[in-house]
């Protein structure tokens, strides 16, 4: 049996940069549309540690963090179709948005013209009532915003997909990624290990640029064709002209410039990393042969399926580091010195316990 859904344990912080600790949260009963997810691996995404931090601004306290949420169905609404109870199901970034709008119809929910319900920091449609992340023992949400986890995928491992995955996936897809096109990474943490094992998957030939010498051995074992050490200044000059897109996953700080300098004529550099500074372009990196520079904020719900199951076909799951949930403080302070190898996942049953 599952806990009061008005006492569900949880890990959260009470205010901007205060260690997480044990939490009790509430949960709707759930409705004719909800799902009950016993949350079972929960994610540790950068953009966790940003918003616990409040470097975005605006955040919510309490915060309970985490949005690449897999579970296993332990109740359903008279009216869901969609999942039935012992199946997995994944949630992402957002549980809920107006439905009708354009963004909404075009299957950009993300986009929501009302604004989303993201899956923390943030609140419900009814703009009240406080959404929590998955750092939880349960989550309560519409059908409509949980995704068939493919039987065959490891659940730990599929976790980071809801996030790290369709972030990646998205701008690959958009920016057309296929067989043979040349793809550079940049950052090999949660979402760039992914970026390379999807565009590898995809047919690109992928050149990995990093700060940390210790991941080329890694990098190639992901799929990465070349691996190039961006301390050494001598690589720009390398790959000056050669990449069609890049896929920028930096969280930090960092000159962009010298990126769009490896792009090819028309080439495109997306940029997924989501650091708080003002960034310096310079507008003859972009004239100089047409470039462009875009941004991708994770997908729509169809699209996140769509991801879920390319992943199933092609045998693709993060490469986790699963820890108790008291370890997460640590996790976030090894996190942010781009040491882990390369999302850490939290077992939830060391929530409820
Ligand atoms: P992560 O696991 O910490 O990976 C980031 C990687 O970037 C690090 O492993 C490191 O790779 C490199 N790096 C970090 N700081 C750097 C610096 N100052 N200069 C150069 N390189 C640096 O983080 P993540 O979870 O992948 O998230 C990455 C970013 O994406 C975060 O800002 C996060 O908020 C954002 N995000 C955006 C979306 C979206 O929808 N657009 C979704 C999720 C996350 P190397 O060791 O290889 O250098
Ligand atoms: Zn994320
Ligand atoms: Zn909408």
């Not at 929590?132 to 980071?160: M, N, W």
């Not at 003002?278 to 941004?295: H, Y």
Request: proline share 4%; glycine share 12%; charged share 20%.
């Amino acid at each position: 049996m599952f806990a009061r859904m008005a006492n569900v344990k949880a890990w959260g912080t009470p205010a901007a940069g205060k260690p997480l600790a044990p939490m009790s949260i509430e949960r709707r009963e759930p409705g004719a549309r909800d799902v009950v997810l016993e949350i079972l691996f929960c994610g540790v995404c950068h953009s966790d540690i940003h918003q616990a931090r409040d470097e975005w601004s605006g955040a919510r306290f309490p915060m309970v963090p985490g949005h690449e949420i897999v579970g296993r169905v332990a109740r359903v609404g008279a009216a869901v179709t969609k999942l039935t109870v012992g199946e997995l199901g994944g949630v992402g970034c957002f549980v809920d948005s107006c439905r009708a709008c354009g963004p909404c119809r075009e299957g950009f929910e993300q986009f929501c013209d009302k604004g989303a319900a993201f899956t923390y920091n943030s609140t419900e449609m009814d703009r009240k009532t406080p959404t929590y992340g998955g750092y939880s023992a349960q989550i309560v949400v519409d059908e409509s915003y949980v995704l068939r986890v493919p039987k065959g995928l490891d659940p730990a491992g599929a976790a980071p997909l809801l996030c790290a995955g369709i972030t990646t996936y998205s701008p690959l897809r958009q920016w057309g990624c296929a067989a043979g096109t040349r793809v550079g990474v940049v950052g090999l943490g949660g979402l760039g290990h992914m970026a390379v094992k999807l565009a590898a998957s995809m047919g690109a030939k992928v050149t990995v640029l990093s700060g940390s010498a210790g991941k080329e051995a890694d990098a190639r074992r992901l799929g990465a064709d070349d691996f190039a050490l961006t301390k050494d200044r001598g690589v720009f000059d390398k790959l000056a002209n050669t990449l069609d897109l890049v896929i920028d996953t930096v969280s930090g700080a960092h000159d962009y410039n010298a990126y769009l300098r490896l792009l090819r004529t028309r080439g495109t550099m997306a940029l997924v990393g989501l650091p708080t500074e003002n960034a310096s372009i310079r507008p003859g990196a972009l004239i100089g042969k047409n470039k462009r520079l875009v941004g991708s904020m994770i997908g729509g719900i169809a699209e996140t399926q769509e991801m879920l199951d390319h992943c199933a076909a092609h045998g693709i799951v993060a490469d986790v580091e699963v820890i108790p949930v008291d370890a997460i403080n640590e996790a976030y302070e090894r996190t942010l010195k781009s040491d882990v190898r390369y999302r850490f996942v939290i077992d939830v049953a060391t929530i409820k316990r």
